[in-house]
Nanobody, 124 residues
Framework: QVQLVESGGGLVQAGGSLRLSCAASGRTFSSLIMGWFRQAPGKEREFVGAIRRIGGFTYYADSVKGRFTISGDNAKNTVSLQMNSLKPEDTAVYYC?????????????????WGQGTQVTVSS
């Protein structure tokens, strides 16, 4: 079992920045993908980005590429999502997720564990 807890959400003006963190506890695996997803009201949950624990390889959705950065601290079992140049359309509940595989996937069904989510609201 892996438990995930997100933190760092809040309200920010358009153009501003916010940093989310995800702390993993329980069983930790040497091969692990940590992903971020988001879900806006009335919309499906969508992939934001992910990082591979081994090697630190990252992959991002086109909608956030160049604005969002994922980083990880393997010693602390934490993953962060730095969000810059935020737009109102980035408003959503952001979820941290863990995939026990070794290849980054973008589909929700590929992720085995989920956090409870944290709200990010970007005002115009």
């Amino acid at each position: 079992q892996v438990q995930l807890v997100e933190s760092g959400g809040g309200l920010v003006q358009a153009g501003g920045s916010l940093r989310l963190s995800c702390a993993a506890s329980g069983r930790t695996f040497s091969s692990l993908i940590m992903g971020w997803f988001r879900q806006a009201p009335g919309k499906e949950r969508e992939f934001v980005g992910a990082i591979r624990r081994i090697g630190g390889f990252t992959y991002y959705a086109d909608s956030v590429k160049g604005r969002f950065t994922i980083s990880g601290d393997n010693a602390k079992n934490t993953v962060s999502l730095q969000m810059n140049s935020l737009k109102p359309e980035d408003t959503a509940v952001y979820y941290c997720a863990a995939d026990l595989g070794s290849v980054i996937h973008t589909a929700m069904n590929d992720y085995d564990y989920w956090g409870q989510g944290t709200q990010v609201t970007v005002s115009s």
